[in-house]
């Protein structure tokens, strides 16, 4: 199993300002994902950070909104940036275990933006 | 484009009663499907695996099915108590290099 943090719990933002989110894993993985949760609706994945290699986004997310450094096998940042209220919603890290197949997730952090 | 549906959004019942959540899928052909609990505040567990091969997983009171031909997946919560209070959330893995596609959770609430 893995066991993943995230800083900060939770953060309420101004608009325009840019919140960087931290996940630290307490082994080494080849990737990490990011995650936002939007209330009331599904996951839905952001981002896949590989170590050494720039993030693989998902269709409807951007480098310059959503920028992620991957600096090793432990730990990655997802940076919101230019923040509006549409992105209030709950941002998760999480490893994959290749078995048994399942995905382990860091407790969230609950951003809002006023 | 693979989708996943849970439904009811929501449900409270009495605690001891026996459940069921229900999780639909449009693509049949699936690798696994999952299903997650998740609590305010603490992320996300994995509860049950289901390989496509299989028909059911169980695990304490809980017990997954798997129907691939229906598109179907049911949790079956025995003797619900009011600790199972939380989000359930269903996800399928298309293939094993796939991303998981989420169901937007069953939130159940389990009254003393």
């Known amino acids: 199993s893995a066991v993943i943090s995230q800083k900060p719990s939770r953060d309420i933002c101004q608009r325009g300002t840019s919140l960087t989110i931290q996940c630290q894993v307490d082994?080494?993985?080849?990737?990490m994902f990011w995650y936002r949760q939007q209330p009331g609706q599904s996951l839905t994945l952001i981002a896949t950070?590989?170590?050494?290699?720039?993030?693989?986004?998902e269709s409807g997310f951007v480098i310059d909104k959503f920028p992620i450094s991957r600096p090793n096998l432990t730990f990655s940042t997802l940076t919101v940036s230019n923040m509006s209220p549409e992105d209030s919603s709950i941002y998760l890290c999480?490893?994959?275990?290749?078995?048994?197949?399942?995905?382990?997730f860091g407790p969230g952090t609950r951003l809002t933006v006023l | 484009k693979q989708e996943v549906t849970q439904i009811p959004a929501a449900l409270s019942v009495p605690e001891g009663e026996n459940l069921v959540l229900n999780c639909s899928f449009t693509?049949?052909?699936?690798?696994?499907l999952q299903w997650f609990r998740q609590d305010p505040g603490k992320g996300l567990t994995s509860l049950l695996l289901?390989?496509?091969s299989q028909r059911e997983q169980t695990s304490g009171r809980l017990n997954a099915s798997l129907d691939k031909s229906s598109g179907r997946s049911t949790l079956y919560i025995a003797a619900s108590q009011p600790g199972d209070s939380a989000t359930y959330l269903c996800?399928?893995?298309?293939?094993?290099?796939?991303?998981?596609?989420w169901g937007a959770g069953t939130k159940l609430i389990i009254k003393p």
């Open positions: 950070a590989n170590q050494g290699s720039e993030a693989t986004y």
């Open positions: 289901i390989q496509s």
């Open positions: 996800a399928v893995r298309g293939d094993s290099n796939y991303q998981l596609i």
């Open positions: 082994s080494q993985v080849t990737m």
């Open positions: 693509d049949s052909a699936i690798y696994n």
């Open positions: 999480s490893v994959r275990s290749e078995s048994p197949d399942t995905q382990y």
